[in-house]
């Protein structure tokens, strides 16, 4: 990525992120071949978003062949930031140590995380903001921004074979958020 689509997809983060503000993690300090940006209170009060910035530098490819440049999307409760940033880390690394892409619907095994009933992670588009936010289109080419959402094992089959949008009315009939990783599984 140049200097200037650099800038370009900070802008278009920000359009609906809010101004970063330094909060993360930066190059070189992280030794991870990107850096990871906390914005806070978004998209509600006391949920961070964390997003890879970098990983769109390379160029990843699909099932079928076709590349793809991506940034990662964690939307979780401010209290779990340091599992935020783990696990945006982790699947950025694995993402680009295999150079495949992570698409709509694509599931991976998420991170160990202490405490978490949560095991696996579905890539969804970024619902919870303006459509929008899920294309830079103004990078050449574009970048899309994948919303990694965490999911129970449990919930495996309404995640599979019926979406990561049924598992969010699942989640919001029984009263539980997306972001919140100590959430019970809803299956």
């Not at 609906?16 to 009060?45: C, I, N, V």
């Not at 961070?48 to 390379?58: I, K, L, R």
């Not at 903001?129 to 994948?146: K, T, Y």
């Amino acid at each position: 990525m140049s200097n200037p689509e650099t800038q370009v997809l900070l802008e278009h983060l920000e359009r609906d992120l809010g101004a970063y503000t330094g909060r993360g993690a930066a190059r070189p300090e992280t030794k991870l071949p990107f850096s990871l940006l906390q914005f806070d209170d978004r998209p509600r009060p006391q949920v961070t978003a964390t997003v890879t910035f970098g990983v769109s530098a390379h160029v990843l490819r699909d099932r079928e062949g076709e590349n793809h440049r991506l940034e990662l999307l964690v939307l979780l409760d401010r209290t779990v930031d340091e599992e935020a940033l783990d696990i945006a880390a982790n699947v950025g690394v694995y993402l680009l140590d295999e150079h495949v892409a992570l698409l709509e619907g694509e599931t991976v095994a998420m991170p160990q995380q202490s405490g978490s009933r949560l095991d696996t992670i579905v890539a969804a588009t970024p619902d919870p903001f303006p459509a929008r936010l899920a294309s830079c289109e103004r990078c050449d080419p574009p970048v899309e921004v994948i919303w990694l959402l965490p999911f129970a094992r449990s919930e495996s089959h309404l995640v599979v074979e019926h979406g990561w949008r049924d598992l969010l009315e699942a989640l919001s009939d029984q009263g539980h958020a997306p972001w919140d990783l100590m959430r019970p599984a809803v299956l």
